[in-house]
């Protein structure tokens, strides 16, 4: 029998990838990834990945998926921005002067231009502190990651400075082929050059605005929202963010994909506790769960129980085989994020993470990058290049949690990536 295009692209692949882990990097690959991305960006293997149609992005925290050297430029360059010592997780916080009172820093902070003028090794200090590596796993990995997140919308919450990061995000997804993206966001008000605080609604065209402009030239770029809420919260707080993400939903009909809520797993309150407040929801519910390794998370179980639809991680499903199968007769979406999982310690050989299983138990399994910004990543090359490795996946494998995560997206998405999938065959040689 002849051989299609994509028989003969899944050879190569097969002895591209071969060849990458025989070239010594092997146990980087599979133990700390972050670390062989330099030798990996150099490679055939890796050039292919990144010209791979990727369909839907279905995981991104928007706090956290951005060139984070770009937006660090534009804050050492500016003479807005402020840092103060002494507070937060890394002894210090940075923010625009727009963001208090009278557009004046406190006393006590100095404009961070000067202080890196003063301190050379200031901005590479600052850089660390923002991305996570597997030398930040402790007790206190969460609320070290939590900080990051607070850092970020310090200067990305100053409106010139959020709209030159997200085109050129936005524009970066489009070109790494990113047809669209749900994004993981806590609505936290913006403000402009003379400290005028926008609405949420006013915040949420903001962004359109910028995915109009990226649209001139990636027409089919979409982005969507999941409004994100904490895990910590009681029962009454949720309800009123599920009331809150209703209200940008009937405000911006087709942008809103559902309701969420983040943080640390094992730290806040498992879903039972939410029950009705979910399962009567006026908007979808599209939960965290699953990610951790804690035996006594039964997350998953109950996410079953409640109907949810979408899973972010489902990491430990392979504990539950009744609850795996139950998943994948209903085909809930199981959005898993390989190099997160491994940066944030659950899984710290990738080889063993259970996804593999997930994809061949025929569940519907998307690759997402989660927070790839903090995680210096890319927005999903190196996660796919990531699964792809570790776990021996074939490209019909591939191709087809690409195409599962179009299933959040209209059927114009899907005959986009077809489209786009021929051309990238045609290319390949």
């Excluded at 003063?118 to 007790?139: C, F, G, M, N, V």
């Excluded at 009123?240 to 942008?255: M, Q, T, V």
């Excluded at 990491?315 to 898993?336: I, Q, S, T």
């Excluded at 490209?395 to 179009?406: A, D, F, G, H, T």
Aim: aromatic letters at 12%; proline letters at 5%; hydrophobic letters at 40%.
């Amino acid at each position: 029998m002849d051989m299609t295009r994509e028989d003969i692209l899944d050879k190569k692949l097969d002895a591209l990838r071969r060849e990458v882990l025989a070239a010594g990097y092997d146990s980087l690959i599979y133990n700390d990834f972050q670390s062989a991305l330099p030798m990996l960006r150099k490679t055939e293997l890796y050039s292919i990945f990144k010209e791979m149609p990727k369909a839907w992005l279905c995981h991104a925290h928007f706090e956290a998926s951005f060139d984070p050297d770009f937006s660090l430029d534009l804050a050492f360059a500016s003479d807005d921005v402020y840092i103060s010592p002494d507070q937060g997780e890394f002894g210090w916080k940075i923010a625009y002067r727009q963001a208090f009172e009278g557009c004046t820093a406190p006393a006590g902070w100095t404009r961070l231009k000067d202080a890196a003028a003063a301190r050379p090794e200031l901005r590479a200090q600052i850089k660390r502190s923002i991305i996570t590596t597997l030398e930040d796993i402790s007790p206190r990995i969460w609320p070290r990651f939590e900080e990051i997140f607070i850092i970020l919308r310090n200067i990305n919450c100053y409106r010139p400075h959020l709209i030159k990061v997200f085109t050129k995000a936005f524009e970066d997804m489009a070109a790494e082929g990113i047809q669209g993206v749900d994004y993981r966001f806590i609505c936290q008000d913006i403000f402009d050059e003379d400290g005028h605080h926008y609405s949420p609604e006013e915040t949420m065209a903001v962004y359109f605005e910028i995915e109009k402009e990226v649209r001139r030239k990636y027409p089919w770029f979409t982005i969507r929202f999941v409004y994100s809420s904490y895990k910590g919260f009681d029962r009454e707080a949720i309800a009123r963010e599920i009331a809150f993400a209703k209200r940008l939903s009937d405000a911006f009909p087709g942008r809103i994909a559902g309701f969420d809520m983040v943080g640390c797993e094992d730290c806040g309150r498992d879903l039972n506790y939410y029950g009705q407040l979910l399962t009567g929801a006026p908007v979808p519910i599209i939960m965290h769960a699953g990610e951790s390794v804690d035996p006594a998370n039964h997350n998953l179980e109950q996410a079953l129980e409640l109907g949810l639809p979408r899973i972010g991680h489902g990491l430990n499903l392979y504990r539950y085989p009744a609850a795996l199968e139950e998943f994948r007769k209903r085909g809930v979406m199981l959005e898993v994020c390989p190099l997160s999982n491994q940066l944030l310690g659950y899984t710290p050989d990738l080889r063993l993470h259970p996804a593999k299983d997930y994809i061949r138990k025929g569940l519907n399994v998307t690759i997402n990058s989660d927070d790839c910004g903090v995680f210096g990543a890319s927005y999903l090359t190196d996660d796919l290049l990531a699964a792809y490795l570790n776990w021996n996946l074939s490209l019909p494998e591939m191709k087809r949690c690409l195409i599962n995560s179009l299933s959040v997206a209209d059927k114009a998405a899907l005959n986009q990536f077809s489209l786009m999938w021929d051309e990238f065959l045609t290319a390949i040689r």
